[in-house]
C-alpha cells in the first residue's frame, strides 16, 4: 500500500536521524579524550544536516497525515514517528551543550573525563537499542531505554559528587566549565526517557508513556486482557492535562470500547471517585462505574471506568436530530428534578458567584484585555469599570441565598452529560467537582456551555438558544416548586460570572465579544438592585438568548 511505503519513508529519515545523533554522541567522547574544544567546529558543521532531516520528516510526517483521522492508529503512528524525531534533535543539541561553546579558549581537562567517557559510551549503547527495536518492538525498546536512563542517571549522580569532592583543586573557569559540562551531560540523559515515551507512543498511541505504562498494564489485568491485545486510543484532550482514553480489543472489527482509561492528579482522580460514589448512592445508573483505580504512592494516579454508550449533550446539540435533542432534554430534567429531590437538605447555601468571577477571571484578561477598560464617561454618563460592578454586586449577593443545598455535579458543561437513546438514560461524567451546593450554578454553566459551543448563526445556533432557554425554564419550575424567591437573581449572577470567566477559552472576537456583553449587561442590571427589587427580578432571557 502507498500509506505503507510512505511510512517506510518516514522511518529511514527517523534512522538517519538516529545515526547523525550517534555520530553527535562520538565527537561528545573525542571532546572529554582530547581536553580541547577543537572538536566543535565539527559538531557545529552537522547542525545543518541535522536541520535537513527534521525538515524532511516535518514534511513527510504533514504528506501522511493529510485527510487521515486523527483518532486512528496510523495518525498516532506517524504523529509519535515525529515526536520521536523531535526527541532525537533535542539530543543532538545537547551533544553540543557539552562541548561548552564559548566557555574555554584553551584545553582543558575535565576532573571526571574518564567517568564522562564511560557513560557517554552507555549512552550510545542504549542509542543502539533504539535502532534495534524502531520497526519490531517499539514498545519494549521504549521500556527497556526508560530503566537505562534511570541507570544512567545514577551514574550521572555519581560523576558530579566526584567533580564537587575535587572542585578546591580547580580555577574558577575549570570549575564552572565542568559544573556545566556536566548538567549537559545530564540532560542529555533525561532527553533518553522523552526519546522512550516517543517509542512507546508510536505502539500504544498519544496517552501512553513511561509514566504511566504500569497503569495501562494494570488497567488490561483488570480487563483480563495482555495489554498487548488492546488498542489505547486518546478519546479527549482536557484543559487539565489529564489523558483519556478508550482501551478496546485489536481484533475487534467494530468500535465497542471495553472500558475508558483517565490519568491525573492524584487529587483529582480521588475526587472523582468519590463524585462517582455520590451520584451513584442516588442512582446506581446515573454515573459509570469504577473498575479499577491505581493505588500506588505518587503525585499522579488513574482510573479505569465503565464506557458508558450513547452521544454527549453537544453532539445532539451540534447534530440534526431535533428529535433525538429533545429526548434528551426531558431525560435530563427529569432526572435533575429527582436526584434534587431526593438530596435536598435543609440547609441554605450561597454560591458566592462574584468570588469565582474574581478567582477565575484573570485568565480572560490575558486572552482579552480590551474588555476589561477602566470607568468611562460616554456623553456625561458613567460607565463603571468591569471590577467595580463586580464589587457592587458581591455586596447585594450575600442575601441571595438559596434555602437548601442538593447535590451537584460542579462543572456541568455539555461534554459532561451523555445520553443513551437505546435505554433512555441520562449519565454524568467527570465528576471530580461534585458537592452539595446551589443547584443554579449547574444550570447557568450549562446554559453558557451551550451558547459558547461555536456555531454562530442558522438553525443550529437558533436550536441552541432555545435549548438553553429550556433548561432556565425548567430551573425556574424547580424554584417554584420549592419556594426558591432568589432564583432569578442569583441565575443572573451565575450566568454573568460564567459569560464572563468562558471567554478564556474562546479566541474568536466576534463570539467573546458577545459574551462578555452579555455579562456586563446582567452586571449593570444586578448592581442597581435594591433589596426589594431582587425579590420582583426577573431574568431578562430575550435580550440573552437570541442571535
Not at 497503569?215 to 483519556?244: C, P
Not at 435533575?336 to 485568565?363: H, P, V, Y
Request: contains cysteine.
Amino acid at each position: 500500500m502507498p500509506s505503507a511505503m510512505n511510512l517506510s519513508a518516514l522511518q529511514e529519515h527517523v534512522y538517519f536521524l538516529l545515526n547523525e545523533v550517534e555520530t553527535h554522541c562520538q565527537l561528545v567522547t573525542q571532546f572529554y579524550t582530547s581536553c580541547s574544544t577543537d572538536v566543535l567546529p565539527r559538531i557545529r558543521r552537522r547542525r545543518g544536516y541535522v536541520q535537513t532531516l527534521r525538515e524532511k520528516i516535518d514534511l513527510e510526517a504533514a504528506s501522511l497525515l493529510q485527510r487521515r483521522k486523527t483518532k486512528g492508529r496510523f495518525y498516532s503512528r506517524v504523529s509519535a514517528m515525529r515526536s520521536l524525531a523531535v526527541a532525537l534533535d533535542a539530543l543532538t543539541q545537547h551533544c553540543f551543550d557539552c562541548v561548552l561553546e564559548g566557555t574555554l579558549d584553551k584545553p582543558y581537562e575535565h576532573p571526571s573525563a574518564a567517568a564522562c567517557i564511560k557513560l557517554m559510551k552507555k549512552v550510545k549503547r542504549s542509542l543502539d537499542i533504539v535502532k534495534f527495536g524502531l520497526e519490531q518492538e517499539p514498545r519494549r525498546t521504549g521500556i527497556k531505554l526508560g530503566r537505562r536512563s534511570q541507570k544512567l542517571l545514577a551514574n550521572y549522580a555519581a560523576l558530579q559528587a566526584n567533580t564537587l569532592k575535587v572542585k578546591l583543586t580547580l580555577g574558577d573557569d575549570e570549575l564552572r566549565a565542568s559544573i556545566l559540562s556536566n548538567v549537559c551531560l545530564k540532560r542529555l540523559i533525561e532527553q533518553l526517557s522523552v526519546v522512550a515515551d516517543a517509542l512507546i507512543k508510536s505502539d500504544l498511541g498519544q496517552v501512553a508513556s513511561l509514566q504511566n505504562y504500569p497503569h495501562l498494564l494494570d488497567s488490561a489485568a483488570n480487563l483480563n486482557y495482555d495489554l498487548s491485545d488492546l488498542k489505547v486510543r486518546r478519546l479527549a484532550l482536557t484543559r487539565s492535562g489529564s489523558a483519556i482514553a478508550a482501551i478496546s480489543h485489536k481484533d475487534q472489527r467494530g468500535q465497542e470500547v471495553l472500558a475508558v482509561y483517565k490519568e491525573g492528579e492524584r487529587s483529582k482522580i480521588e475526587e472523582e471517585v468519590a463524585g462517582v460514589n455520590h451520584w451513584r448512592d442516588i442512582d446506581p445508573k446515573l454515573a459509570p462505574s469504577v473498575l479499577a483505580q491505581a493505588n500506588e504512592a505518587g503525585e499522579q494516579s488513574s482510573l479505569l471506568i465503565e464506557h458508558i454508550p450513547g452521544k454527549t449533550l453537544e453532539t445532539l446539540l451540534l447534530g440534526e436530530d431535533e428529535a433525538a435533542l429533545s429526548e434528551a432534554l426531558k431525560k435530563l430534567f427529569k432526572t435533575l428534578n429527582q436526584t434534587w429531590k431526593a438530596t435536598l437538605t435543609e440547609e441554605s447555601c450561597s454560591a458566592q458567584f462574584m468570588a469565582q468571577l474574581s478567582k477565575r477571571i484573570g485568565d480572560s484578561r490575558k486572552v482579552h484585555p480590551e474588555f476589561f477598560k477602566q470607568e468611562a464617561h460616554i456623553c456625561q454618563h458613567l460607565m463603571p469599570g468591569f471590577d467595580a460592578l463586580v464589587a457592587d454586586v458581591s455586596l447585594l449577593e450575600q442575601d441571595w441565598q438559596v434555602p437548601f443545598c442538593v447535590l451537584t455535579h460542579g462543572d456541568f458543561n455539555v461534554d459532561n452529560l451523555i445520553y443513551d437513546g437505546l435505554e433512555k438514560r441520562i449519565y454524568f461524567i467527570d465528576l471530580h467537582r461534585a458537592s452539595y451546593f446551589d443547584y443554579v450554578q449547574d444550570l447557568s454553566v450549562l446554559m453558557v456551555s451551550i451558547y459558547r459551543l461555536q456555531v454562530l448563526s442558522g438553525a443550529t445556533r437558533k436550536r441552541m438558544m432555545e435549548s438553553a432557554k429550556e433548561v432556565y425554564r425548567f430551573g425556574r419550575r424547580f424554584a417554584k416548586q420549592h419556594h426558591d424567591d432568589t432564583f432569578e437573581v442569583r441565575m443572573a449572577a451565575g450566568l454573568a460570572r460564567s459569560f464572563a470567566t468562558s471567554t478564556r477559552f474562546i479566541f474568536d472576537k466576534k463570539l467573546a465579544t458577545r459574551m462578555h456583553l452579555r455579562s456586563r449587561y446582567l452586571l449593570e442590571k444586578l448592581a442597581k438592585l435594591t433589596p426589594e427589587d431582587a425579590e420582583k427580578f426577573t431574568l431578562p432571557l430575550k435580550d440573552l438568548y437570541f442571535e
